[in-house]
């Protein structure tokens, strides 16, 4: 069978030979610190559980937009967790929000702009959809955030014609770098996006996931009729394997709506029928669920900050982050020794990691990072979730009170992979 031109050209993600050279390790019996899949490891909330056992009999198709019902819910609790008002009309539930992400991309014209680093799979769906993709340079010291500035002058560079539309993808908290804008930093994005016809695809699945000194705000207050937010349950309700995710969309724009629906029913019909049901605890903002999500992100919390500083004690250059549960180390300044011992990419990085330190990690190439900057994305769920929720929530004070103790309790094995990290780095100095 002959492959279409555009499937021939897709980029094989770095992941599959990490995972390979992974089952290779493990098969000769060596201990493998898995920093390189992010998925959070808590189990899921008892009610949600309860909700769709409770609805396996549901068998029929749904709406392609999803029942009444659930965009009711999380208008619902849009509302009450962001203050962002949005009607049910204004909501489609889709099989996670990567799928929403490309179908809005498809109806939308224009090329797409993307802050390096981004999440491997927007310049995927980009490229399936034959757009062309522009990467806007960010840097460390500034938490690889996008500026105004560089966002202007990369519309300068490669959209010169005067009020072209143009797509911007945003994610914030950040996979891969945990970092996250400030009210003003979104405020400043929004008049330069609203100033040169950007439309922004505002990818904020972490945004419950934000640390306790960072308050999440939506590029949507600032700009809400040229903003497509998008969220779901993958991450803040540990639920990736449920497929559920939600995009909201500008009030007035009806024709955008009517065109991702098409594409959708088309193509992924709905929802699965139980799902949408057991989706319509996990989007009630009870107490209980309310609570489980802020252990959830205490837990992410302690350990991705207790990860940060113990690679900055190493001498790891690594912004801060302020949601989610990754981290964005680099190791340019050791450039020069590193070309010497024969590591020439990111990749080689990751590998040389594997290889020598039994670490898994992902090389910032995948993150669209040029090939010759030596940052890898790392990511710290590498534990025991339940675990570590019944110790967190047995004596929270006393987890907050002492940090590293909690997180060598519960994630021993990321402790080792951050000696390991540190070891790596003695070795090249
Ligand atoms: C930044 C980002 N957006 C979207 C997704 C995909 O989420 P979903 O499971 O809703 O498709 C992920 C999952 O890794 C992610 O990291």
Redesign the pocket.
């Known amino acids: 069978m002959r492959l279409s031109l555009v499937t021939k050209n897709l980029k094989p993600s770095a992941t599959l030979a990490m995972n390979e050279l992974i089952s290779e390790k493990q098969r000769r019996g060596e201990q493998v610190y898995h920093m390189g899949f992010?998925q959070s490891p808590f189990p899921i909330h008892p009610s949600i559980r309860e909700a769709l056992c409770n609805h396996a009999d549901e068998r029929r198709y749904l709406p392609t937009q999803g029942i009444h019902a659930l965009r009711n819910q999380v208008s619902e609790f849009y509302s009450k967790m962001f203050g962002l008002d949005y009607s049910s009309e204004q909501i489609i539930i889709g099989p996670?929000?990567?799928?929403l992400?490309f179908d809005a991309m498809m109806c939308l014209e224009g090329s797409v702009f993307l802050p390096s680093p981004s999440?491997v799979?927007y310049d995927q769906e980009a490229h399936l959809l034959g757009k062309d993709i522009h990467y806007i340079e960010t840097h460390p010291e500034t938490s690889y955030l996008l500026t105004p500035e560089a966002l202007e002058s990369a519309i300068r560079q490669h959209s010169p014609t005067l009020g072209q539309q143009k797509i911007l993808v945003l994610?914030y908290p950040?996979?891969p770098t945990g970092c996250s804008y400030s009210k003003t930093q979104l405020k400043e994005l929004a008049d330069t996006a609203r100033n040169h016809n950007v439309q922004i695809l505002s990818?904020e699945?972490?945004a419950l996931l934000s640390f306790r000194d960072h308050e999440h705000h939506s590029i949507a207050e600032f700009y809400p009729e040229g903003t497509i937010l998008?969220g779901?349950?993958?991450?803040d309700r540990s639920a990736?394997g449920f497929?559920?995710?939600v995009m909201l969309l500008p009030e007035q724009e009806q024709d955008l709506l009517k065109a991702i629906l098409a594409v959708a029913s088309n193509t992924w019909s709905c929802v699965a029928a139980p799902i949408q049901y057991a989706s319509l605890e996990a989007y009630r903002p009870t107490p209980e669920i309310t609570q489980y999500i802020a252990d959830c992100t205490s837990i992410h919390e302690l350990v991705t900050r207790s990860v940060h500083q113990k690679l900055i004690t190493h001498g790891i250059r690594c912004p801060r982050p302020q949601g989610a549960f990754y981290l964005f180390p680099d190791w340019n300044s050791d450039r020069d020794v590193m070309q010497r011992g024969g590591i020439t990419t990111s990749v080689e990085l990751a590998g040389t990691i594997l290889e020598k330190w039994n670490v898994a990690s992902l090389p910032g190439m995948d993150f669209g990072m040029q090939s010759d900057d030596f940052c890898i994305r790392v990511a710290t769920v590498d534990y025991d979730g339940e675990g570590a929720l019944e110790r967190f929530r047995a004596d929270p004070k006393r987890a907050w009170r002492n940090p590293n103790e909690f997180v060598k309790e519960v994630a021993p094995r990321i402790i080792m992979a951050c000696s390991q990290l540190g070891s790596f780095t003695d070795s090249i100095r």
């Open positions: 992010g996670g929000s990567k799928i992400l999440w799979s994610n950040c996979n990818d699945i972490y998008t779901g349950l993958s991450k990736g497929r559920v995710g």
